[in-house]
């Protein structure tokens, strides 16, 4: 059914998504709190975008990507949170969450260098440990990953709603479909039910017609005198009455013989 729905409440979707996505980014490049950094910490931050988009967005599956930034805005959020935890300050490029979102996939571990965490080896061990000199970093790179989230959600936010939109569309089209179908199917119905009656009709009168013309026509006619066209025969001997046995053979009763 898809094929026949219209494109053009689909192509305004994307229209007003691309729209909304570009009006955000251009408030939060110009918005006070960002004008307000200069300098190193500006550099940063516009190094830190970079390292997002293109070097990690731009270069994994979407679904990877999204995998990515969570773990890093974890190991981030984790420190921030506890700072004086050790627990906190490094992690293990051999654990199996690690080694998915952060060491295999492209872009990430470039991420995490710049948080502050630099790669060491301890008893024949490899570690990435948080430099504590990078408190700044890892903040500022914290604050970069969640308005990034911010603005993936806002974006899986307008695709669902689009994606529902689209669904409603369709339903409605294919609601269309049924209904023209159903009333095809009664017209159907109606219009064969009304032959069957007329066909029906169409023999009752020929019947009737041909009734009435056996009871318009005349009997038989019988003899002018009224009696019927056989004559009266002697029972049982074959001869009419009033005739000779013979009567090839007559004799007048006058005539005389020599």
Do not use: C
């Amino acid at each position: 059914m898809s094929s026949f729905l219209p494109s053009s409440s689909n192509i305004a979707a994307a229209d007003l998504a691309a729209a909304a996505e570009r009006r955000l980014q251009q408030r939060q490049a110009a918005s006070p709190s960002e004008l307000q950094f200069s300098g190193a910490e500006h550099d940063l931050r516009q190094k830190f975008r970079r390292l997002i988009q293109p070097g990690i967005l731009g270069r994994n599956a979407d679904a990877q990507a999204l995998a990515s930034l969570k773990t890093l805005l974890t190991i981030a959020e984790n420190l921030l949170n506890d700072f004086d935890n050790e627990k906190f300050r490094q992690f293990k490029p051999t654990n199996p969450l690690i080694k998915r979102n952060i060491i295999d996939p492209k872009g990430t571990v470039e991420y995490a260098r710049e948080l502050g965490f630099n790669p060491e080896v301890r008893d024949y061990q490899p570690y990435y440990t948080f430099n504590p000199r990078k408190k700044d970093h890892l903040r500022i790179g914290a604050e970069i990953l969640r308005a990034q989230f911010e603005l993936l959600e806002q974006k899986e936010a307008r695709a669902s709603q689009a994606k529902k939109e689209e669904k409603a569309v369709a339903a409605a089209a294919a609601e269309k479909v049924r209904l023209a179908y159903e009333d095809d199917r009664k017209k159907k119905m109606l219009f064969d039910e009304l032959e069957k009656e007329r066909r029906q009709a169409r023999i009752a009168a020929a019947a009737a017609r041909e009734a009435a013309t056996r009871e318009a026509a005349p009997p038989d006619e019988e003899d002018a005198d009224g009696d019927e066209d056989d004559e009266d025969f002697m029972p049982g001997s074959g001869n009419v009455l009033g005739q000779t046995s013979h009567p090839s053979i007559s004799v007048s009763s006058n005539k005389k013989t020599d």
